[in-house]
């Protein structure tokens, strides 16, 4: 039988029965349209995606009313967080949304029995449990088969490589990248600076962050922060030195 882990505890665990579900096929989104005198139609502006409510009804059952009693308090602990907490489906157990209750929950009970509905309030996406890492030297196309837009964290550095032409030794001009400079499709992110053997550039796009070394780096930044659009993705790095550029790209997948 179905159920819900919530907080890394199965709902079977306090013996639950998942009775129904409502699951919003999609949130609802914040668009706005302004209706002008005289003008036929109206002006739409585009909104984002509104938190997405999913609701769960539960039975409970004992031998006692003292037991249902102590177990209803179990349960109230249980669905009880202070933030949003990891909520995932037994039938989506690829995926899993931040989750928190909002609503009072009312016991219907009889006897030793009882059911109540749990209203979640979540962010709007469901995220993969999986978390993705593509590294590589030389990128191109890189496909992300979630349904919407995901939020990579990108790491940049610098390489040494050997000389195969002559000697064969490292070449240490080969392992600086100097003003390099990112594409994704359609958003381009520009860093003035240098990056020496050992050194790191990351770019967290999901909190519009870039560190060096550990440090706040956004003063030598321009452009816009890159996202992976569902299905194919055109990745280009390229610098001023021609350097070996090492590209690693940590992402989950995110679902509407």
């Known amino acids: 039988m179905y159920g819900v ?8 665990f306090f013996g639950l029965v998942m ?10 989104i914040s668009d706005e349209y302004v209706d002008i005198p005289g003008r036929d139609g109206s002006i739409y502006f585009p909104g984002s995606l ?3 409510p999913l609701e769960i009804e539960f039975s409970i059952s004992t031998k006692t009313l003292s037991e249902l009693r102590l177990l209803c308090r179990q349960v109230a602990a249980w669905l009880y967080s202070k933030i949003p907490e990891i909520l995932v489906f037994d039938d989506e157990p690829d995926v899993y949304y931040m989750a928190k209750v909002q609503n009072q929950l009312d016991l219907e009970q009889v006897m030793a029995m009882g059911r109540f509905v749990v209203q979640f309030r979540c962010e709007p996406l469901a995220y993969s449990i999986s978390e993705l890492q593509i590294t590589s030297f030389f990128f191109g196309a890189l496909n992300n088969a979630g ?3 995901a939020l990579p964290v990108i ?3 610098a390489e040494m490589d050997r000389d195969t032409e002559t000697t064969g030794a490292w070449r ?10 990112l594409t994704i499709e359609d958003k381009i992110l520009d860093y003035t600076g240098t990056l020496t ?7 967290d796009c999901a909190k519009y962050q870039v560190t060096k070394a550990g440090v706040n ?6 452009g816009e922060f890159p996202v992976l659009y569902a299905g194919d993705n055109d990745v280009q790095l390229v610098d001023t030195n021609n350097s070996r550029r090492h590209l690693t790209i940590t992402y989950r997948e995110r679902w509407l």
Do not use: C, W
């Not at 053997?197 to 770019?203: D, T």
């Open 5 to 12: 882990k919530f907080k890394n505890i199965h709902s079977s």
């Open 19 to 28: 009775l129904s579900k409502n699951r919003v096929l999609l949130p609802e």
């Open 50 to 52: 509104k938190d997405r």
């Open 147 to 149: 349904t919407y837009e």
């Open 155 to 157: 790491t940049i550095s």
């Open 172 to 181: 240490a001009d080969e392992a600086t990248i100097n003003n390099p400079t």
């Open 197 to 203: 053997e050992g050194q790191s550039l990351i770019i």
């Open 217 to 222: 780096d956004m003063a030598n930044v321009s």
